[in-house]
């Protein structure tokens, strides 16, 4: 079975795209992987579908073999999966802003509320008022009231005998009475999911319309993840996750199953007992852990900048020579794209390096360069290799092709000449204006 093509251990490189085969072999071991890291079942098979489309057909960086590609490519989803939004705890709104914590009994509600509260006045210089509603655990109000005195933070005074939405109730009060910008509301848990905690969950939201309600759980879950993130989201409505424990020897694959699940993002990590082991949610951190194969993913890295490196010498090379048509441009375009504007190949060549910063500063941005990739994915091979050809009638099928007028094939055009003889005039070691590039 795992002699056979294909598989992580294989150390036959290819050129060429990924097959189904390939992608199914490392997927196996990417099952495993994220099954080990305790990511729930459902999750695996649903995100395993979903990055084994994107895989098949991908192309194969050289000098790693298809497994490993195949890992990067999952590892790079994983990331993406985890953190594509803004991460941030939102207290944009009328002060106070109340924030709600729930979740179950030992998942770190009570440190949280502590962590985020000494954050929000050290770092962001915020009156915080904390208040416990849990009633049900007798230490669990002088618990929050002692860190509270340790931080020097304010909680909302005990008061024996009232239901959790009352105290709610008189926590926003005391916070509009008292100025304060944020009130941060630590609920009761319980030790499994139950009715009674979700009932009471959503009365206090009724209650406090908190603008955020976070989910603290801890990062050691295992296929209850799913579940307890579910119940939450659709019983109570979650705004956020907070993963705590992040310190512990865990894989973490809980965060990948809530945030899969309820689609809520992932906004902090608890990274130890005390109350300055907050930290902002690292999805790639997290990614590496949950799959544990970091060693495949930095070689594939590297081999693609390796690789990238080498397609601008290339193009470089031609520049020199005086032999830069519209597929080199092509190339040289998406590299900026992925450079994110003007970089790499620029500083290969000869007396060009200072004019980088000039430039960059034009308005060069990615909506321009990918409009400039559409025009010449529209031309013909013999149009790239030879732009004289190029008259009214092809200009105007070009541009339609690229949904654009033909100004804007021309003005790539112009373009296109003005680099041709800069870089044969810098191959001749003239230098020369870049004056064309940054007019474009
Ligand atoms: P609650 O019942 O949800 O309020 O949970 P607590 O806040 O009382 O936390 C339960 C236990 O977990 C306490 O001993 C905390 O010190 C510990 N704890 C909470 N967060 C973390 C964390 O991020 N890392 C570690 N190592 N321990 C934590
Ligand atoms: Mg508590």
């Not at 085969?21 to 098979?45: G, Y």
């Not at 000494?118 to 007798?138: C, E, F, G, I, W």
């Not at 206090?204 to 990062?219: F, G, R, T």
């Amino acid at each position: 079975l795992s002699e056979k093509l294909g598989g992580i251990l294989n150390r036959l490189t290819r050129r060429g795209s990924l097959t189904e085969a390939d992608v199914d072999a490392a997927m196996r071991e990417v099952r495993r992987a994220l099954l080990e890291a305790d990511v729930s079942l459902e999750v695996v098979k649903s995100f395993t579908d979903k990055v084994r489309e994107q895989a098949i057909g991908a192309t194969v960086v050289k000098s790693v073999t298809p497994g490993q590609m195949v890992v990067k490519i999952v590892h790079d989803e994983l990331v993406a999966t985890l953190g594509s939004d803004a991460q941030i705890i939102d207290l944009n709104a009328v002060p106070p802003v109340p924030i709600m914590m729930v979740g179950l009994q030992g998942s770190g509600k009570t440190t949280t509320t502590a962590k985020l509260a000494r954050r929000l006045t050290q770092r962001d210089k915020r009156r915080v008022l904390m208040a416990s509603l849990d009633v049900y655990r007798p230490a669990a109000m002088e618990q929050l009231a002692i860190l509270g005195r340790d931080l020097e933070i304010d909680t909302l005074p005990i008061v024996e005998g009232q239901q959790p939405a009352q105290i709610a109730r008189r926590a926003i009060e005391a916070a509009k009475l008292g100025g304060y910008d944020v009130v941060l509301l630590d609920t009761a848990g319980r030790t499994t999911l139950d009715d009674e905690m979700m009932a009471e969950a959503a009365e206090i939201k009724a209650v406090a319309s908190p603008h955020e309600v976070l989910l603290v759980a801890d990062s050691l879950t295992g296929q209850d993840a799913v579940n307890l993130a579910r119940a939450f989201d659709t019983q109570v409505g979650l705004t956020g996750i907070v993963l705590t424990r992040v310190d512990g020897d865990g894989r973490g694959g809980a965060a990948l199953s809530m945030r899969a699940v309820t689609g809520k993002p992932i906004k902090l990590m608890g990274t130890g007992e005390k109350t300055d082991a907050l930290e902002d949610f690292h999805p790639s951190r997290i990614a590496g852990r949950i799959l544990g194969m970091g060693d495949v993913v930095s070689l594939v890295e590297k081999a693609a900048s390796h690789l990238d490196a080498e397609k601008a010498a290339a193009v470089a090379e031609k520049m020199r020579k005086g032999q830069f048509d519209l597929s080199d441009m092509r190339e040289q375009l998406l590299q900026m794209t992925k450079m994110g504007g003007i970089g790499g190949l620029m500083g290969l060549m000869p007396g060009i390096a200072k004019m980088k910063s000039q430039i960059a500063a034009s308005r060069i941005d990615d909506k321009v360069l990918n409009r400039q990739i559409a025009i010449i994915d529209s031309m013909t091979r013999q149009e790239r290799k030879n732009p004289d050809i190029l008259k009214a009638s092809r200009k105007k099928r070009i541009a339609a092709g690229a949904g654009l007028k033909v100004e804007e094939v021309n003005k790539l055009l112009k373009m296109h000449r003005n680099m041709a003889d800069m870089m044969k005039a810098v191959g001749r070691g003239k230098g020369g204006p870049m004056a064309g590039l940054a007019q474009a």
